[in-house]
Nanobody, 125 residues
Framework: QDPLVESGGGSVQPGGSLRLSCEGT????????VGWFRQAPGKEREGVAC??????????MYSDSVKGRFTISKNKAHNTVALQMDDLKAEDTAVYYC????????????????WGQGTQVTVSS
């Protein structure tokens, strides 16, 4: 069983919204920093948003490309981390992955210890 399971992907027109959810099925997300990453065809995986656990200050980081449009949040009671995506653009099209790991100073894929299988987000008119 994968330790993280993503849901909420789909197809949307430019300017639309989607909400992704990451559920911890094998780990307790409140113990970890959790991040959302994406990988478009032919491109490297990149960090989108990361949220640290409370023990490390609860710091939130966003990539410049999504700042002001995406919001990451953690729900301790449901063991989930959500990514609210608004004002979506064609360049947001990618497979989105959830990961848990020591994302303390940088939201970088290399620091991911646990990963989900990913969910496809397509933004097209």
């Amino acid at each position: 069983q994968d330790p993280l399971v993503e849901s909420g992907g789909g197809s949307v027109q430019p300017g639309g919204s989607l909400r992704l959810s990451c559920e911890g099925t094998g780990i307790i997300l409140d113990y970890y920093a959790v991040g959302w990453f994406r990988q478009a065809p032919g491109k490297e995986r990149e960090g989108v948003a990361c949220i640290n656990n409370i023990d490390n200050g609860g710091r939130i980081m966003y990539s410049d490309s999504v700042k002001g449009r995406f919001t990451i949040s953690k729900n301790k009671a449901h063991n989930t981390v959500a990514l609210q995506m608004d004002d979506l653009k064609a360049e947001d099209t990618a497979v989105y992955y959830c990961a848990a790991g020591p994302f303390y100073g940088e939201c970088a894929p290399a620091a991911g210890d646990y990963w989900g299988q990913g969910t496809q987000v397509t933004v097209s008119s």
